[in-house]
């Protein structure tokens, strides 16, 4: 994993049972899962996700006995000092929900909530390569990273000025608001959105590429898993799913229809 500053550079599944959820995304997205190495008793069984392409683009592992949260996935973010970035945040209404801590040969994070709620990583890895986790254009990487915010004014006001990422113009949602588009210094890396009434606590929610939006959304009910929306066109030609994985994790799928 690539240092900062960077959008999300490795995505992470947080799950009550790794290993229905590995049968599940395996099916999916087409990851090759492999564990991590190590002491299953200490990193939760941790698990590598692999794309087609031969490029790592995230993890996944039991959640720890007692963790205060629900299935779920989460993002790191790339920064180039950990203790200066969670500082910074948390005097611009952050919360800290894990120090900055190490990880050995991998690099130093900790885990925190924007001001609304949101929980994400930030990170700085040991690897000087740069992380392709998140690409567009890639099966199996992560195409487009999404905000549901009780806040997007102040949402937007946060994570610019944390990490750099400017304002990529909007899309009118009627009732809804703006979908506000986000930057990065290479291009457009997500959008943010106000939460529907009633819905999930504020989060981020991370689109998966496959190569074929209907067959993969086909494969996600025999498998255990739900759809929650789509398959829906969206500007520019992709279709995208919104779902739920059998343990409850909120999930989604960007591709082409062929």
Known sequence: MSNGPAPFIWYELVTSDADAAQRFYEQLVGWSVAPAGGDPSVNHGYRILTAPDGQGVGGMMNLPSGAPMPPCWLGYIGVQDVDAAVEDARAAGAGVHMAPQDIPGVGRFALLADPQGAPFYVMRGNSP????????????????????????????????????????????????????????????????????????????????????????SAKIAPAGGSILHGPTEVPGGDFIVVGMDPQGAAFALVGARK
């Open 129 to 216: 390569e740069p992380s392709r986790a998140f690409s567009r254009e890639a099966v199996g990487h992560c195409g487009w990273n999404e905000l549901a915010t009780s806040d997007q004014k102040a949402a937007f006001a946060f994570y610019t000025g944390q990490f750099g990422w400017t304002d990529g113009g909007s899309m009118p949602m009627g009732d809804m608001g703006d979908y506000q588009f986000i930057n990065d210094a290479d291009g457009m890396i997500g959008a943010m959105m106000t939460r529907a009434p009633g819905g999930p606590p504020p989060s981020w929610l991370f689109y998966f590429r496959v190569a074929d939006i209907d067959a993969a």
